[in-house]
Protein backbone atom coordinates (compact mmCIF):
# COMPACT_ATOMS: atom_id res chain seq x y z
CA UNK A 1 0.00 0.00 0.00
CA UNK A 2 1.43 3.30 -1.19
CA UNK A 3 1.06 6.69 0.90
CA UNK A 4 1.69 10.64 -0.24
CA UNK A 5 3.52 11.98 2.57
CA UNK A 6 2.43 15.48 3.65
CA UNK A 7 3.88 18.55 5.95
CA UNK A 8 2.66 20.29 8.70
CA UNK A 9 0.90 22.85 5.88
CA UNK A 10 -1.15 19.92 4.73
CA UNK A 11 0.99 20.55 0.95
CA UNK A 12 2.36 17.31 -0.98
CA UNK A 13 6.31 16.96 0.01
CA UNK A 14 6.11 14.57 -3.45
CA UNK A 15 7.24 11.98 -1.50
CA UNK A 16 5.51 8.61 -1.44
CA UNK A 17 6.32 5.78 1.31
CA UNK A 18 4.92 2.46 1.37
CA UNK A 19 3.33 0.46 4.07
CA UNK A 20 3.94 -3.20 4.82
CA UNK A 21 0.77 -5.39 3.86
CA UNK A 22 1.97 -7.59 6.77
CA UNK A 23 0.93 -4.75 8.78
CA UNK A 24 -1.51 -2.69 7.26
CA UNK A 25 -3.07 -5.06 4.88
CA UNK A 26 -3.39 -8.73 6.87
CA UNK A 27 -7.34 -10.40 7.23
CA UNK A 28 -8.13 -8.53 10.59
CA UNK A 29 -9.05 -10.49 13.49
CA UNK A 30 -12.14 -9.50 15.37
CA UNK A 31 -11.76 -11.63 18.57
CA UNK A 32 -8.34 -10.56 18.84
CA UNK A 33 -9.01 -6.75 18.98
CA UNK A 34 -11.77 -7.45 21.38
CA UNK A 35 -8.89 -9.30 24.04
CA UNK A 36 -6.38 -6.76 23.56
CA UNK A 37 -9.42 -3.71 24.01
CA UNK A 38 -10.73 -6.02 26.92
CA UNK A 39 -7.50 -6.31 28.48
CA UNK A 40 -6.50 -2.26 27.94
CA UNK A 41 -9.93 -1.60 29.40
CA UNK A 42 -9.52 -4.18 32.24
CA UNK A 43 -5.83 -3.08 33.35
CA UNK A 44 -6.54 0.98 33.78
CA UNK A 45 -9.70 -0.02 36.25
CA UNK A 46 -8.61 0.96 39.99
CA UNK A 47 -10.57 -1.71 41.47
CA UNK A 48 -11.05 0.19 44.47
CA UNK A 49 -14.69 0.33 45.01
CA UNK A 50 -15.97 -1.16 48.21
CA UNK A 51 -19.07 -1.25 50.06
CA UNK A 52 -20.05 -2.28 53.69
CA UNK A 53 -21.88 -5.70 53.91
CA UNK A 54 -23.67 -6.30 57.36
CA UNK A 55 -20.92 -7.35 59.07
CA UNK A 56 -18.83 -3.98 58.57
CA UNK A 57 -21.96 -1.58 59.19
CA UNK A 58 -22.10 0.48 62.84
CA UNK A 59 -24.68 -0.50 64.73
CA UNK A 60 -26.74 -2.17 67.72
CA UNK A 61 -27.11 -6.07 67.85
CA UNK A 62 -30.29 -5.88 69.70
CA UNK A 63 -32.88 -8.43 68.33
CA UNK A 64 -35.39 -5.42 67.09
CA UNK A 65 -38.44 -6.90 67.85
CA UNK A 66 -40.14 -10.11 69.29
CA UNK A 67 -39.65 -13.01 66.45
CA UNK A 68 -43.16 -14.42 67.09
CA UNK A 69 -46.61 -12.76 67.33
CA UNK A 70 -45.86 -9.33 65.08
CA UNK A 71 -47.35 -10.01 62.41
CA UNK A 72 -44.49 -9.27 60.27
CA UNK A 73 -41.61 -11.06 59.16
CA UNK A 74 -39.05 -11.92 61.83
CA UNK A 75 -36.20 -9.15 62.20
CA UNK A 76 -32.85 -10.15 64.14
CA UNK A 77 -30.50 -6.93 63.83
CA UNK A 78 -31.21 -3.41 62.92
CA UNK A 79 -27.36 -4.29 60.26
CA UNK A 80 -30.06 -6.40 58.39
CA UNK A 81 -29.79 -5.04 54.38
CA UNK A 82 -33.95 -5.03 54.59
CA UNK A 83 -33.46 -1.88 56.17
CA UNK A 84 -32.52 1.34 55.63
CA UNK A 85 -28.57 1.93 56.87
CA UNK A 86 -28.02 -1.65 56.46
CA UNK A 87 -25.32 -3.55 54.72
CA UNK A 88 -25.28 -4.06 51.28
CA UNK A 89 -25.97 -7.61 50.10
CA UNK A 90 -22.96 -8.76 48.20
CA UNK A 91 -21.29 -5.44 47.39
CA UNK A 92 -18.11 -5.00 45.63
CA UNK A 93 -14.37 -5.08 47.35
CA UNK A 94 -11.38 -4.02 46.27
CA UNK A 95 -9.84 -6.30 43.40
CA UNK A 96 -7.22 -6.27 40.67
CA UNK A 97 -8.60 -6.19 37.14
CA UNK A 98 -5.30 -6.99 35.45
CA UNK A 99 -5.07 -10.29 33.20
CA UNK A 100 -2.39 -11.55 31.29
CA UNK A 101 -2.47 -11.77 27.52
CA UNK A 102 -0.01 -13.16 25.24
CA UNK A 103 2.51 -10.54 23.10
CA UNK A 104 1.22 -12.80 19.33
CA UNK A 105 -2.34 -11.91 20.36
CA UNK A 106 -1.43 -8.15 20.78
CA UNK A 107 0.28 -8.12 17.45
CA UNK A 108 -2.20 -9.49 15.81
CA UNK A 109 -4.80 -7.00 17.29
CA UNK A 110 -2.89 -3.93 16.93
CA UNK A 111 -1.89 -5.20 12.73
CA UNK A 112 -5.65 -5.46 12.40
CA UNK A 113 -6.89 -2.03 14.17
CA UNK A 114 -4.15 -0.24 11.67
CA UNK A 115 -5.41 -2.83 8.36
CA UNK A 116 -9.01 -1.80 9.66
CA UNK A 117 -7.48 1.58 9.51
CA UNK A 118 -6.08 2.26 6.01
CA UNK A 119 -9.01 0.37 4.60
CA UNK A 120 -10.91 3.24 5.60
CA UNK A 121 -8.32 5.43 4.32
CA UNK A 122 -7.57 6.81 7.82
CA UNK A 123 -3.91 6.82 7.58
CA UNK A 124 -2.08 10.00 7.12
CA UNK A 125 1.75 10.18 6.84
CA UNK A 126 3.07 13.04 7.88
CA UNK A 127 6.53 14.51 7.38
CA UNK A 128 8.49 15.04 11.16
CA UNK A 129 8.26 18.10 12.32
CA UNK A 130 9.09 19.95 16.17
CA UNK A 131 7.19 23.04 17.63
CA UNK A 132 9.76 25.56 19.23
CA UNK A 133 7.98 25.46 22.25
CA UNK A 134 4.61 23.81 24.16
CA UNK A 135 2.23 25.42 22.77
CA UNK A 136 -1.29 24.31 22.08
CA UNK A 137 -2.48 26.92 19.15
CA UNK A 138 0.60 25.47 17.43
CA UNK A 139 -0.43 22.44 17.11
CA UNK A 140 -4.13 23.14 16.50
CA UNK A 141 -3.32 24.92 13.60
CA UNK A 142 -1.44 21.94 12.12
CA UNK A 143 -4.52 19.52 12.78
CA UNK A 144 -6.31 22.66 10.86
CA UNK A 145 -3.98 22.54 7.87
CA UNK A 146 -4.24 18.60 7.94
CA UNK A 147 -8.19 19.34 7.94
CA UNK A 148 -8.66 17.50 10.81
CA UNK A 149 -9.63 19.93 13.59
CA UNK A 150 -13.27 18.29 13.71
CA UNK A 151 -12.09 14.67 14.26
CA UNK A 152 -10.61 12.49 17.19
CA UNK A 153 -7.00 12.27 16.11
CA UNK A 154 -3.87 9.73 17.36
CA UNK A 155 -0.26 11.24 16.44
CA UNK A 156 2.53 8.49 16.47
CA UNK A 157 5.89 9.61 17.04
CA UNK A 158 8.93 7.49 16.46
CA UNK A 159 10.18 8.48 19.88
CA UNK A 160 8.56 10.69 22.83
CA UNK A 161 8.74 14.50 21.62
CA UNK A 162 7.52 16.92 25.08
CA UNK A 163 6.78 19.53 23.17
CA UNK A 164 4.13 17.77 20.91
CA UNK A 165 2.75 15.90 23.90
CA UNK A 166 2.44 19.05 25.71
CA UNK A 167 1.00 21.09 23.21
CA UNK A 168 -1.92 18.28 22.43
CA UNK A 169 -2.62 17.45 26.23
CA UNK A 170 -5.03 20.04 26.54
CA UNK A 171 -6.82 19.13 23.17
CA UNK A 172 -9.81 16.29 24.02
CA UNK A 173 -9.49 14.74 20.27
CA UNK A 174 -5.83 14.44 20.29
CA UNK A 175 -3.32 12.24 21.31
CA UNK A 176 0.18 12.26 20.54
CA UNK A 177 1.97 8.73 21.33
CA UNK A 178 5.22 6.92 20.73
CA UNK A 179 5.81 4.25 18.47
CA UNK A 180 6.16 2.09 21.76
CA UNK A 181 3.07 2.64 22.50
CA UNK A 182 0.92 2.12 20.03
CA UNK A 183 -2.44 -0.17 21.20
CA UNK A 184 -6.01 -1.57 19.83
CA UNK A 185 -7.99 0.96 21.75
CA UNK A 186 -6.41 4.07 20.84
CA UNK A 187 -5.93 2.99 17.06
CA UNK A 188 -9.50 2.20 16.95
CA UNK A 189 -10.93 4.82 19.10
CA UNK A 190 -9.16 7.76 16.96
CA UNK A 191 -11.18 8.80 13.27
CA UNK A 192 -7.67 9.74 11.45
CA UNK A 193 -4.38 7.95 12.31
CA UNK A 194 -1.76 10.55 11.45
CA UNK A 195 1.81 9.11 11.45
CA UNK A 196 5.28 10.52 11.18
CA UNK A 197 7.14 9.36 8.16
CA UNK A 198 10.30 8.19 10.46
CA UNK A 199 7.56 6.01 13.01
CA UNK A 200 7.09 3.62 10.03
CA UNK A 201 9.91 1.90 10.00
CA UNK A 202 9.84 1.65 13.78
CA UNK A 203 6.19 0.46 14.11
CA UNK A 204 7.21 -2.28 11.24
CA UNK A 205 10.26 -3.44 13.40
CA UNK A 206 7.89 -3.45 16.49
CA UNK A 207 5.23 -5.40 14.62
CA UNK A 208 7.19 -7.93 12.50
Do not use: W
Amino acid sequence: MELEVINREGESTGKKVTLADTIYAIEPNDHVIYLDVKQHMANRRQGTHKAKERAEIKGSTRKLKKQKGTGTARAGSIKSPLFRGGGRVFGPRPRDYHFKLNRKVKVLARKSALTYKAKENNITIIEDFNLETPKTQDYQKVLKNLSVTDNKTLLILPDHNNNLYLSSRNLPKAKVISCNQVNTYEVLNADKVLIFESSIEKIENLFN
